[in-house]
């Protein structure tokens, strides 16, 4: 019952952090897309005032019994960080929260609830007609509940800018 109630209460945060927020100070940019590689899910990013933004993914893993993971970082970014033949490419990088829901499966009848918090670094670029964002990034993961472990990750996707 505790884990059902954990996972609806960051089901509802995940939600309201990617609800648009009408503020007359920042432009409404919302990205939407796929990232492959640890995790591989769906992605999404809301950009915030003052080169802020919020991203999220829900992802899986079929290898050895499956997960679901849900991911969401408060991300600082340094536009045009540098450049390669007049191209500028962005810096994020951010904290947030990771909550991974095992189910074991083939291995055994457990099932377990992970939480823990999540850093992560990467490059994006901008693309304006079409409008989207290719992103690279890797991540490091401190578990707390319900084991201790430390993880790292990475990232390729795109996102599509609304």
């Avoid at 432009?27 to 640890?38: A, H, I, T």
């Avoid at 970014?77 to 909550?99: C, M, N, T, V, W």
């Avoid at 409008?131 to 993961?141: D, G, H, L, W």
Wanted: charged fraction near 15%; proline fraction near 4%.
């Amino acid at each position: 019952m505790r884990s059902a109630s954990i996972s609806c209460s960051f089901l509802l945060l995940f939600a309201a952090l990617f609800h648009p927020i009408p503020l007359k100070s920042m432009e409404n940019r919302l990205g939407l897309g796929l990232v492959l590689g640890m995790p591989t899910g769906i992605t999404g990013k809301y950009w915030l005032p003052r080169n802020r933004g919020l991203d999220g993914a829900i992802a899986w893993n079929l290898s050895d019994g499956s997960s679901l993971t849900l991911l969401s970082t408060y991300l600082f970014h340094r536009p045009s960080i540098f450049k390669i033949q007049k191209e500028a490419f962005d810096l994020y990088y951010g904290i947030g929260g990771r909550l991974e829901s095992v189910n074991k499966g083939k291995i055994s009848s457990e099932n377990s609830l992970n939480i823990g918090v999540r850093t992560l670094i990467g490059l994006e670029y901008f693309f304006h007609d079409p409008s989207i964002e290719p992103f690279c990034e890797i991540s490091a993961t401190l578990n707390l509940i319900e084991s201790t472990d430390f993880l790292f990750g990475f990232g390729i996707g795109v996102r599509y800018i609304f």
